[in-house]
């Protein structure tokens, strides 16, 4: 379980497919507090650490699916990529974003860009399918980060990226075309399945 409240931008460092895809991420934490089988949210999506570096050359290793790689970003990403990255919430940690599950739904597009005033707006299509889940003034997560919706027009729908979050995230790289990870909110998806006829 995650908040959305990025805590590390990763680099992508090497990618080998070989059935599965592996992914090795280059980070700034300290991976020797990091257990085998640990979740990490790479770019929003929940993946489980099956290797690691050490505390002086800190990357950590994570295996992608064939399901992975349909509904995310993971497949597109090449050497060099900017990683937005949050370890797990703990029970007592304090929480500053929504409840994220790291289970993706879709992937989305920003088709929008425009600064206003410090910060800049952002408008993301999603697959009309999915429209339904997204309201004003909800949460949704793109890349694994928290963010407040600001109005939806059918299948997009907009946002404001404040300066901190243009620099802690990838985010402040993004530009139309730009493809992210789209997790639905967690209680939007449960409302839906009870009121569905």
């Given at each position: 379980m995650f908040t959305g409240i990025v805590t590390d931008v990763g680099k992508l460092r090497h990618v080998e497919?070989?059935?599965?895809?592996?992914?090795?991420?280059a980070t700034n934490y300290d991976v020797s507090a990091v257990e085998m089988g640990a979740s990490i949210a790479c770019a929003g999506v929940c993946m489980t650490?099956?290797?690691?570096?050490?505390a002086r050359d800190r990357w950590f290793a994570v295996t992608a699916s064939g399901e992975t790689l349909s509904k995310t970003t993971l497949g597109t990403w090449k050497v060099g990529d900017a990683v937005n990255l949050e370890r797990p919430m703990r029970v007592g940690d304090e929480f500053g974003g929504h409840i994220v599950t790291g289970h993706v739904d879709a992937v989305a597009e920003v088709v929008g860009v425009k600064a206003e005033g410090?910060?800049?707006?952002?408008?993301?299509?999603?697959?009309?399918?999915?429209?339904?889940f997204v309201?004003?003034?909800?949460?949704?997560?793109?890349?694994?980060?928290?963010?407040?919706?600001?109005?939806?027009d059918g299948p997009r729908f907009g946002v404001n990226i404040i300066p901190h979050t243009q620099k802690?995230?990838?985010?402040?790289?993004?530009?139309?075309?730009?493809?992210?990870?789209?997790?639905?909110?967690l209680l939007a998806r449960y409302v839906a399945r009870l009121v569905k006829p």
């Open positions: 497919k070989r059935g599965d895809t592996h992914l090795v991420i650490v099956v290797d690691k570096g050490s410090e910060s800049v707006r952002m408008v993301f299509a999603v697959p009309a399918k999915l429209a339904r309201a004003p003034k909800g949460s949704v997560a793109l890349d694994g980060v928290s963010l407040t919706v600001n109005d939806v802690v995230t990838t985010f402040g790289r993004a530009k139309p075309g730009t493809k992210v990870n789209f997790e639905i909110d």
